[in-house]
Nanobody
Framework: VQLVESGGGSVQAGGSLRLSCTGP????????VGWYRQGPKNECDLVSS???????YYADSVKGRSTVSQDNSKNTLILEMSGVKPEDTGRYYC??????????????????????WGRGTQVTVS
């Protein structure tokens, strides 16, 4: 099962971006779903997520300028970010897990802890 991300691209610093992730509904039900960012050193850090109870998580680096949401059908995850900065540059991956998502994954790809993953979408801020 593969999640599918969209919405990446080149963005001017100070601008906004909107990323979407879709997948089978069963992946999203009763799961924490979130966005990881793979940075220039290949670190894979959780940027934002929604828990199965609706609790939102935002990394300090994006807090206050990002909003994560799910649509009513609950099989689309959306990340909106404003005031983007060059340090937001990276490949953004959607992931889902029945348990809690770790804040830093060893890698952003299928195989890590059995999470469902997408293939990522590149965001470049200049």
């Amino acid at each position: 099962v593969q999640l599918v991300e969209s919405g990446g691209g080149s963005v001017q610093a100070g601008g906004s971006l909107r990323l979407s992730c879709t997948g089978p509904r069963f992946v999203f039900d009763d799961s924490e779903v979130g966005w990881y960012r793979q940075g220039p050193k290949n670190e894979c850090d959780l940027v934002s997520s929604i828990g199965s109870d609706g609790t939102r998580y935002y990394a300090d680096s994006v807090k206050g300028r990002s909003t994560v949401s799910q649509d009513n059908s609950k099989n689309t995850l959306i990340l909106e970010m404003s005031g983007v900065k060059p340090e937001d540059t990276g490949r953004y991956y959607c992931a889902a897990e029945r348990g809690p998502l770790v804040r830093r994954a060893a890698y952003c790809a299928s195989g890590f802890r059995g999470y469902y993953w997408g293939r990522g979408t590149q965001v470049t801020v200049s």
